[in-house]
């Protein structure tokens, strides 16, 4: 994405953002400078100025997705707070602004300092960033699913698979499990011709992280029977 205006860059910061924190679209139209730390890495989602789902308030630390995905990020804190002066109630992502130009038309001139009244915008930059670049547009809640999946390959245990799903904002990491990460066709046909071969078996830290999911699974429906009826 080229970087040179300030509209392109504010645009270049919002995808690497949303890869950085899987924060819904919602969540980061409503952002404030404030919410973003840099130094111990994180974003908090404070449900009284952040429109988070449900209104649940949580910290989300950046996920392993590359320093060059970080960098793009701090450059932007840094040039709103150095180079704007602008401070911590001040939007992470303001909006377009929009004036009457001397051809009595209405003109980009560079950005407000306001927020977006919706996430619509964020949307359209994501379509045109992704026509732009000749690939098929992938919404901003796609990368969520792109996080959980990339969560799947690299956590090792029960309680690192845990955490990365309270980073995404969920409760219970069935949900996490059951509402994201679906598994492409490809990796599908794979798995499954995996199965036939016996001589393959799955990694012992994959083993730890089934069997932990299973047993929840067990314990939930076991405390669910026990309830007494209506």
């Known amino acids: 994405m080229p970087a040179d205006t300030d509209i392109e860059r504010r645009n270049h910061a919002l995808v690497a953002f949303t890869l950085l924190t899987g924060a819904r679209d919602s969540a980061i139209a ?4 404030k919410h973003v730390d840099l130094i111990t890495n994180s974003v908090n989602q404070d449900a ?3 429109k988070t789902k449900f209104s649940k308030t949580f910290n989300t630390f950046f996920f392993p997705v590359g320093k060059e995905v970080r960098e793009i990020v701090a450059a932007w804190v840094s040039y709103l707070r150095d180079e704007k002066l602008w401070g911590n109630d001040d939007p992470l992502f303001p909006a377009t602004r929009v004036t009457l130009g001397t051809a009595r038309q209405f003109e980009v001139t560079g950005l407000a300092q306001g927020h977006w009244s919706n996430a619509s915008p964020i949307r359209k930059i994501f379509r045109e960033a992704f026509v732009s670049a000749g690939l098929p547009y992938f919404n901003p809640h796609s990368f969520r699913n792109t996080l959980v ?4 390959d690299v956590c090792r245990t029960p309680e690192q698979f845990k955490a990365w799903s309270q980073n995404l904002g969920h409760e219970k990491v069935l949900t996490t499990f059951l509402s994201y990460g679906e598994v492409a066709c490809q990796r599908q046909g794979e798995i ?6 016996p001589q393959r078996s799955t990694s012992p830290d994959a083993d730890i992280i089934a069997e932990a999911v299973f047993r929840k699974l067990h314990s939930s429906e076991l405390d669910f029977k026990k ?4």
């Open 30 to 33: 409503s952002m404030k400078l």
């Open 48 to 50: 009284r100025q952040v």
């Open 149 to 152: 999946q990339l969560g799947q």
């Open 192 to 197: 499954i011709r995996d199965l036939a071969m």
């Open 227 to 230: 309830k007494p009826g209506p």
